[in-house]
């Protein structure tokens, strides 16, 4: 696609539900980012993968938190039993590969409401 | 651990007119890279300007532009001639230089400055 696609663009839910979230990269890029960004915070690192492996999960907050690739595109994050404190916009990113001269692309987020 | 300080919550600046925002980090690396990110209202994160540390000379991109001072570690970025559409959230961010297969997209985002440009 011409950009990073995130899915739903808002999300609602009760309070110990199961959510999933989805990023579809750009088409061919490799390298893909999860981060948070609360109420008046800036981005929260989370995960980050190179094709369908996870190098770097120091940032998942808590082992509700988990994410996936497939195929080396789509990536599904999944929060289990979610918390209040979970509220926030959560932005995925994609690069063409790993390296600063592989700019990360943003999509729009999802913003997740937990009730 | 790499923390980056944003001290403007909120600024607002007249249409056509300069305004610098402020970006202090701390680290104890040498090699780093700097980031400013604009986010409008529809949320998508865009890379305005990056600064490699190791570069002396100031990065520029048409009417954005950034004051790095290494040793103060201060990375302040001047907008000219603001815009209406430069209305957003701006975030400064650093990310430490890694080998192969480090985590390049472990940016360390500031909490952010409000730019309003009033007509």
């Known amino acids: 696609g011409a950009g990073v696609s995130q899915s739903p663009s808002n999300k609602v839910t009760e309070k110990g539900k199961d959510v999933e979230l989805r990023c579809d990269p750009i088409?061919?890029?490799?390298?893909l980012y999860w981060y948070r960004q609360s109420l008046g915070q800036g981005l929260e690192f989370l995960i980050y993968?190179?094709?369908?492996?996870?190098?770097?999960k120091s940032g998942l907050p808590s082992d509700r938190f988990s994410a996936e690739r497939t195929g080396g595109s789509v990536s599904t994050l999944t929060i289990q039993r979610t918390q209040q404190e979970d509220s926030a916009v959560y932005l995925c990113?994609?690069?063409?590969?790993?390296?600063?001269?592989?700019?990360?692309?943003f999509g729009n987020g999802t913003r997740l409401t937990v009730t | 651990a790499q923390t980056v300080t944003q001290s403007q919550p909120e600024m607002s600046v007249q249409e056509a007119e300069t305004v610098t925002l402020s970006c202090t980090y701390d680290t104890s690396e040498n090699n780093y890279y700097l980031f400013w990110y604009k986010q409008p209202p529809s949320r998508q994160m865009i890379l305005v300007i990056r600064?490699?540390?190791?570069?002396?000379q100031n990065a520029t991109e048409n009417r954005f532009s950034v004051n790095f001072q290494k040793a103060a570690k201060s990375f302040s970025l001047k907008i000219s001639d603001s815009q209406l559409g430069d209305t957003a959230m701006y975030f400064c961010a650093f990310m430490k230089h890694v080998n192969y297969g480090g985590s390049q997209g472990n940016l360390i985002f500031g909490k952010g400055t409000k730019l309003s440009v009033k007509p």
């Open positions: 990113a994609s690069s063409l590969a790993w390296g600063i001269n592989s700019p990360l692309h």
């Open positions: 993968f190179q094709g369908n492996s996870a190098p770097d």
């Open positions: 088409s061919g890029h490799t390298a």
């Open positions: 600064q490699e540390a190791y570069k002396q």
